[in-house]
């Protein structure tokens, strides 16, 4: 910092960095900089829109049933505040370009409001989520390791259970049990032909409904009702219908959607530290006519935030 | 001219400089903070060198002590040091898996742009700075983050066995360098904390790629045309193609294994519906790529120096620029080449087998243009030219093993022996380190403004040399009998190939150690460097050694890099001087350094 702090300005506007020759080649930089970056986020995000397309052809029904518990109301309403965000951002370096310092302040302050905005809505969908059951890795109801002990589920999980998969001890009734009987004729009731021999835990999820005292013990959540999502379009795949591999399954569904929409989570965060460093710059009216690289490269990031929101969106919530 | 005595720096015309304390970017600030927030590149490239040869030895240290367990059937190391049978076999995963991890991670991938790239670049664009210099430093920053994370790995075992912390928390690392699911789902060693050390560097890798190309784009002087690029840009440039189009794939796979192993997602598990072998192609189309990030500067180092110690015009330009281009792209598409056991389909393995030779073509063309760059030439066999002809062997070997296994047939017999092991390390340490050991060389006049002892140089090279190829050429043939990898222990009939490579990798040790000592011999005592000692042409050349603190006392113009007409070789000085086509500048008496521009 130092050595670029000690070089006079005699003779270049007090923006432009001493390496650059002229203002026009610095904000080139800049933003041929920052779309090299933002390839970059799109690449990363590519691979969980890879691990979406092989999970949810690897698993439909999955796909079909899990996706109705997302909240569509919700999802649509972030969906308009996102993009009137990005409406208030590109107006802002618009705003920028033509130094109206007041109107900038204003505008930056409006998409910032829409981010807060879209993050308090994405914590009423998780807190949702939460108490229904539907989180991530064994607190999630459809995990075969939901309701045990946290520090047996996961590591050990497959302790416990018995050696040989198809083989049910009389004394542990499982999931596939209960709805065979509920809907014998429409489910494969042999996982060990499949030829899948994971091990079935012997729980107490028949119900989904976890004991008292395991719900008091730890932190997870209590589910109380039933666990399946109401089904209202024809042709949907219910619960009884889906294949005991599918129902154990189900979880997957959540998992990609917590990583996806956790990762732009994070991404919105970042992005609105970005605009509140931005906003406190304008307020000290640092941007104008002659420089404005920064309101400019914030904004691409906000619009690739908001771009990746736009594919996220149909994808976890309206696909069927 | 030649009244001036040996140890003094000379500029371009061999003309005296009288150097000014504060007017060299060494000596420019003072103190340990002047160093840490510096934003100048050169500075941040020679504190890249610092940490990246500290993790080299590091790397080093775990494969000695594996060759050293391998140099007898059975246990070796292990009983000396007061373990049993089993505690051996771990302490030998725990070692192969931190030398890979640390060489490949903290070595291989960022020593070449990160030292070389970082100080050279920008002065071969006769720029005064890389185009984000915060970020540059950030870069840095992001390395030292990464390396404190494994060094943690490292640590932990040590903790956790002096019960100082968990051994929940797990302990060293015993994966192998790929971090495979499901094992490393499941095993309780410092898994996360690896990962999340590799995640931060990848940072590092995309930050600096990002760097490079907006300058490369934006910032060559005057006169620079793309196709006056001296090449060891265009390798540098199709180095950060690369490094920003595979790296977040890198990041999210990582990030999606820490998921894994902390929310139990089922991604990759398969008893929880997860698809380990989706790993493997996340995984690889990444380090598939990264092998090219490693290897292609490595090619742009040895195009300069080949073509400066053989007094010849590059041959064929063009064709080694887009070549570096092309293997960039290829590199994207031949990943499943590294499944071809893992059960992915035959139409799938038959289609990358056929694209992996293709990466041939382009490599092929690279050696042609060398060797055809030399024929004829004024060869001058310096320190640099010799790691660079060491190269050509080296790669060649190297390179054509790889057809053995991008073969399917041959490749399900060769796949996890020490064949594989021979071929990669003929790759990446014989090709990919003889180019970085002939670069420094090269640069290090520039670098350090102090010429290195020629002999002595020589010497290590011809050492190295030799231990490299006692190390691994035998591998080759152990692979191909038989011997798999990863194994702590074998059978009687190996053990020559084994004694023979650990004396080699002992051979090795002691002629990079004896690098090393020239290095810092050189720092103490070597003789002032002139701005020229190669006849070189490319521009950072064209300025004093080592360089002042801008650069360059007045914008350079760009021109033909490999045209070395204008300089000539003065005995005296036992420099080129580059000869005066116009009228002669006034002698250098007020200014510190002259201007240094030419046409």
């Given at each position: 910092m130092s050595d670029t702090a000690n070089h006079d300005h005699h003779d270049h506007p007090p923006h432009l960095a001493h390496h650059f020759d002229n203002p026009r080649q610095q904000f080139e930089s800049g933003k041929l900089g920052m779309w090299v970056f933002l390839a970059t986020e799109i690449l990363m995000f590519g691979g969980l829109f890879c691990a979406y397309a092989v999970y949810r052809a690897n698993n439909p029904d999955v796909f079909l049933y899990a996706h109705e518990s997302l909240n569509t109301f919700w999802g649509t309403v972030n969906t308009v505040i996102l993009l009137a965000s990005s409406f208030t951002m590109a107006w802002g370096v618009r705003a920028a370009q033509l130094g109206q310092k007041q109107l900038l302040v204003t505008l930056l302050c409006l998409t910032l409001l829409g981010g807060t905005g879209f993050m308090i809505i994405k914590g009423i969908e998780y807190t949702e989520k939460w108490e229904d059951a539907k989180w991530v890795g064994t607190w999630n109801q459809y995990h075969p390791g939901f309701g045990q002990p946290e520090d047996e589920a996961p590591a050990d999980f497959g302790a416990g259970v018995e050696p040989e998969a198809?083989?049910?001890?009389?004394?542990?009734?499982?999931?596939?049990?209960?709805?065979?009987?509920?809907?014998?004729?429409?489910?494969?009731?042999?996982?060990?032909?499949?030829?899948?021999?994971?091990?079935?835990?012997?729980?107490?999820?028949?119900?989904?409904?976890?004991?008292?005292?395991?719900?008091?013990?730890?932190?997870?959540?209590?589910?109380?009702?039933?666990?399946?999502?109401?089904?209202?379009?024809?042709?949907?795949?219910?619960?009884?219908?889906?294949?005991?591999?599918?129902?154990?399954?189900?979880?997957?569904?959540?998992?990609i959607y917590y990583l996806m929409t956790g990762l732009h989570g994070i991404h919105v965060l970042i992005g609105m530290g970005l605009i509140g460093w931005i906003a406190v710059r304008a307020v000290?009216?640092?941007?104008?006519?002659?420089?404005?690289?920064?309101?400019?490269?914030?904004?691409l990031y906000w619009h690739l935030v908001d771009l990746i929101w736009i594919f996220l969106f149909p994808l976890l919530y309206l696909i069927h | 001219m030649s009244s001036i005595p040996n140890n003094v720096p000379t500029d371009v015309y061999g003309r005296e400089v009288k150097r000014q304390p504060g007017d060299h970017y060494l000596n420019h600030g003072k103190g340990i903070k002047s160093w840490l927030l510096t934003l100048d590149h050169k500075r941040i490239g020679i504190m890249y060198m610092i940490v990246v040869l500290t993790a080299f030895l590091l790397g080093g240290i775990f494969a000695l002590l594996l060759r050293t367990e391998l140099i007898s059937p059975g246990l070796t190391l292990g009983p000396v040091l007061g373990l049993n049978e089993d505690e051996t076999f771990d302490f030998y995963n725990h070692m192969f898996t931190l030398h890979g991890a640390v060489m490949v991670f903290l070595f291989i991938i960022p020593a070449v742009p990160a030292i070389l790239g970082n100080f050279v670049l920008p002065l071969m664009l006769g720029a005064k700075d890389v185009a984000f210099p915060r970020l540059n430093l950030l870069s840095w920053y992001f390395y030292m983050a990464g390396l404190v994370f494994f060094v943690w790995v490292l640590l932990s075992g040590v903790l956790s066995s002096a019960g100082l912390i968990p051994d929940s928390w797990g302990f060293g690392l015993d994966t192998g360098w790929t971090f495979y699911t499901p094992y490393s789902t499941d095993t309780n060693t410092a898994v996360t904390a690896a990962v999340m050390g590799a995640f931060i560097l990848g940072f590092s890798s995309i930050l600096?790629?990002?760097?490079?190309?907006?300058?490369?784009?934006m910032l060559r002087a005057p006169g620079l045309t793309w196709f006056r690029l001296p090449l060891f840009l265009w390798a540098l440039y199709a180095t950060s193609i690369i490094q920003i189009l595979a790296t977040p794939v890198l990041a999210i796979t990582l990030l999606l294994l820490i998921a894994e192993r902390l929310l139990q997602v089922g991604i990759f598990d398969p008893a929880l519906g997860g698809d380990p072998v989706l790993y493997q192609h996340f995984f690889w189309f990444y380090s598939h790529p990264a092998v090219y990030i490693m290897i292609l500067p490595a090619f742009g180092i040895i195009s300069e120096v080949i073509a400066a110690f053989s007094r010849k015009h590059i041959f064929g330009y063009k064709f080694i620029a887009f070549s570096s281009v092309a293997i960039a792209l290829l590199g994207f598409i031949v990943w499943g080449h590294h499944m071809f056991v893992s059960g992915q389909s035959p139409v799938a393995n038959a289609i990358f087998s056929l694209l992996t030779f293709s990466v041939a073509v382009p490599s092929a063309i690279k050696v042609f243009n060398w060797v055809t760059t030399m024929y004829k030439g004024a060869i001058?066999?310096?320190?640099?030219?010799?790691?660079?002809?060491?190269?050509?062997?080296?790669?060649?070997?190297?390179?054509?093993?790889?057809?053995?296994?991008?073969?399917?047939?041959?490749?399900?017999?060769?796949?996890?022996?020490?064949f594989v092991v021979a071929h990669f390390h003929f790759v990446m340490v014989g090709s990919m380190m003889f180019a970085f050991l002939a670069g420094m060389y090269f640069w290090w006049p520039k670098i350090f403004g102090k010429m290195y002892c020629e002999w002595a140089g020589r010497l290590g090279a011809v050492v190295v040399f030799i231990g490299f190829i006692a190390t691994f050429y035998i591998q080759f043939v152990a692979g191909s009998q038989g011997m798999p990898r990863r194994y702590a222990t074998y059978p009687d009939m190996f053990w020559t190939h084994h004694f023979v490579s650990t004396l080699g990798a002992y051979l090795l040790g002691l002629g990079l150690f004896w690098v090393l000592g020239t290095w810092i011999h050189s720092l103490v005592k070597g003789k002032a460097a002139p701005a020229n000692p190669w006849g070189h042409n490319s521009l950072e050349w064209h300025t004093v050694s080592p360089p002042p603190h801008?650069?360059?006392?007045?914008?350079?113009?760009?021109?033909?890099?490999?045209?070395?007409?204008?300089?000539?070789?003065?005995?005296?000085?036992?420099?080129?001087?580059?000869?005066?086509?116009?009228?002669?500048?006034?002698p250098a008496s007020d200014a510190p350094h002259t201007p240094t521009t030419t046409g």
């Open positions: 198809g083989v049910v001890p009389e004394d542990s009734p499982r999931v596939e049990d209960a709805e065979a009987e509920a809907a014998p004729g429409t489910i494969d009731t042999a996982p060990a032909a499949s030829g899948f021999a994971r091990p079935r835990l012997a729980d107490d999820r028949v119900s989904m409904i976890r004991p008292a005292a395991a719900a008091s013990a730890g932190v997870r959540p209590e589910v109380i009702e039933g666990d399946d999502i109401p089904t209202v379009r024809p042709g949907y795949p219910t619960r009884e219908q889906m294949g005991p591999l599918d129902r154990d399954r189900t979880h997957i569904f959540y998992q000290f009216g640092h941007f104008g006519p002659a420089y404005y690289t920064p309101v400019d490269l914030v904004g | 600096t790629g990002v760097n490079f190309i907006a300058s490369i784009h001058r066999l310096d320190t640099p030219m010799l790691y660079a002809i060491g190269f050509l062997g080296m790669f060649l070997i190297g390179g054509l093993t790889g057809l053995f296994l991008g073969s399917l047939g041959t490749d399900v017999h060769l796949h996890d022996t020490y801008e650069n360059f006392a007045v914008t350079p113009r760009g021109s033909d890099p490999y045209h070395f007409d204008d300089w000539h070789y003065d005995k005296d000085l036992d420099t080129y001087v580059l000869d005066l086509k116009e009228e002669k500048p006034a």
